[in-house]
Antibody, heavy 119, light 112 residues
Framework: QVQLVESGGDLVKPGGSLRLSCAASGFIFSDYYMSWIRQAPGKGLDWISYISGSGTTIYYADSVRGRFTISRDNAKNSLYLQMDSLRADDTAVYYC????????????WGQGALVTVSS | NFMLTQPHSVSESPGKTVTISCTGSSGSIASNYVQWYQQRPGSAPTTVIYEDKQRPSGVPDRFSGSIDSSSNSASLTISGLKTEDEADYYCQSYDSSHHSWVFGGGTKLTVL
């Protein structure tokens, strides 16, 4: 069965960096777009970034462009999110998610990883 | 930028039918598919509708999706409400102009 397991969430100081990972299993990883979506405490869902199956197509939300970098390693069935210059308003649960195409949305979600940015 | 607007909350009694709307800010909401996600308290979201009206396997047929081009809105209808349907529901679509995904603000469904 499809599984997406995030890791790497932590408490980090403002201006710091963190790398999230998402381990995928149960499907042919390279066939799917992967994305990161976050949810600040008590707030709604907020799309961060997506990457195509080959890794050649990448887009970011304005709020993170230039600070966050999405990548994937298809040999390791893994998705990553490198987060730099973190700010307090980046505090959120970060979900990785799978989709067959960018216009059809998400079919599977991970359980989420909590990132807290605080001094 | 393209935005999706949902009611903040809705409530209905068990066994009844409820409809949650999702209105597009500009252009035609029918131009790209709309998805609906359910998020129960303390849990990750799950997909209940994709491609406007398709249900993933395992989602009961009490859940249905539709598009109304005249009002530029999508709707999620849940019939035969159960207490387990109490959750936050989010609509989502693709903004072709900005190559971005857009989520509605979410609707809290209370079944009482």
């Amino acid at each position: 069965q499809v599984q997406l397991v995030e890791s790497g969430g932590d408490l980090v100081k403002p201006g710091g960096s963190l790398r999230l990972s998402c381990a995928a299993s149960g499907f042919i990883f390279s066939d799917y777009y992967m994305s990161w979506i976050r949810q600040a405490p008590g707030k709604g869902l907020d799309w961060i970034s997506y990457i195509s199956g080959s890794g050649t197509t990448i887009y970011y939300a304005d709020s993170v462009r230039g600070r966050f970098t999405i990548s994937r390693d298809n040999a390791k069935n893994s998705l990553y999110l490198q987060m730099d210059s973190l700010r307090a308003d980046d505090t959120a649960v970060y979900y990785c998610a799978r989709s067959i195409g960018i216009v059809v949305g998400i079919d599977y979600w991970g359980q989420g990883a909590l990132v807290t940015v605080s001094s | 930028n393209f935005m999706l607007t949902q009611p903040h909350s809705v409530s209905e009694s068990p066994g009844k039918t409820v409809t949650i709307s999702c209105t597009g800010s500009s252009g035609s909401i029918a131009s790209n598919y709309v998805q609906w996600y359910q998020q129960r308290p303390g849990s990750a979201p799950t997909t209940v509708i994709y491609e406007d009206k398709q249900r993933p396997s395992g989602v009961p047929d009490r859940f249905s999706g539709s598009i109304d081009s005249s009002s530029n809105s999508a709707s999620l209808t849940i019939s035969g409400l159960k207490t387990e349907d109490e959750a936050d529901y989010y609509c989502q679509s693709y903004d072709s102009s900005h190559h971005s995904w857009v989520f509605g603000g979410g609707t809290k469904l209370t079944v009482l």
